[in-house]
């Protein structure tokens, strides 16, 4: 479980607003070209230790939730780091089966 308390999905309520890692140039360009501020990331507080240590293991991330409690947790990579989250013990947790970048969250 995470530690949001009454914090709906969508809303930031229990996030904070960091860089977005060097490592991950090429996705803060997209979000750039798509109008979205792409120097900056959001990130749900009480996921925010596991992101950074996927982000020091070089994990190019591309969304994330805590689940508020509500919903189960998830981070998005890259298809190409699929077999090396497997390989740091993550679960697939897409429903659609053939999507291989979604990942259960070890710590929400």
Same mark, same amino acid.
């Given at each position: 479980?995470?530690?949001?308390?009454?914090?709906?999905?969508?809303?930031?309520?229990?996030?904070?607003?960091?860089? *977005?890692?060097?490592?991950?140039?090429? =996705?803060?360009?997209?979000? !750039? %070209?798509?109008?979205?501020?792409?120097?900056?990331?959001?990130?749900?507080?009480?996921?925010?230790?596991?992101?950074?240590?996927?982000?020091?293991?070089?994990?190019?991330?591309?969304? *994330?939730?805590?689940?508020?409690?509500? =919903?189960?947790?998830?981070? !998005? %990579?890259?298809?190409?780091?699929?077999?090396?989250?497997?390989?740091?013990?993550?679960?697939?947790?897409?429903?659609?089966?053939?999507?291989?970048?979604?990942?259960?969250?070890?710590?929400?």
């Amino acid at each position: 479980m995470c530690s949001c308390v009454d914090i709906a999905p969508g809303t930031w309520a229990n996030s904070v607003l960091i860089p *977005c890692p060097h490592h991950m140039a090429q =996705y803060r360009r997209n979000r !750039n %070209v798509a109008g979205l501020n792409g120097d900056w990331i959001q990130i749900d507080r009480c996921i925010l230790d596991e992101i950074i240590e996927l982000w020091l293991k070089g994990i190019h991330t591309r969304g *994330c939730c805590c689940g508020h409690n509500k =919903y189960e947790s998830f981070v !998005n %990579v890259i298809p190409e780091q699929s077999s090396l989250m497997l390989r740091f013990g993550y679960i697939m947790n897409h429903p659609d089966k053939s999507r291989i970048d979604t990942f259960k969250l070890k710590t929400a």
